[in-house]
């Protein structure tokens, strides 16, 4: 059985969805359809590399630490679009900004 055909069997991919790319100097790298990379340690020295980066409970751990800190989601604002100095309305003296014109390139 080729390394292609095992891998397929392994993890329920059809061997045509099995495809390897270009390896990188510690691992082998296979695509599993077009969502799944595997990678395999050409050597056992290069194992615990790809153990820890394999380990993603400690980023999880760390999107559920900051999660309650996420703004909730803005409503729909409304966006200029082209703020430059010649649409800019400004008080003379000390400089206020009073207005913004020129909305043709506004949205939302």
Do not use: C
């Not at 329920?12 to 595997?38: K, M």
Request: no cysteine; glycine share 10%.
């Amino acid at each position: 059985m080729t390394a292609v055909a095992a891998i397929a069997a392994r993890h329920g991919v059809p061997t045509a969805r099995v495809r390897e790319l270009p390896a990188s100097v510690a691992n082998h790298v296979y695509l599993l359809g077009e969502d799944l990379v595997l990678r395999i340690p050409r050597e056992r020295r290069y194992v615990p590399d790809l153990v820890k980066e394999a380990e993603i409970r400690w980023l999880t751990g760390w999107f559920d630490r900051l999660s309650p800190l996420v703004p909730a989601r803005p409503g729909t604002v409304l966006i200029h679009g082209d703020v430059a100095p010649q649409n800019l309305l400004v008080t003379v003296g000390p400089a206020t900004l009073t207005g913004l014109i020129d909305w043709g390139d506004g949205g939302t």
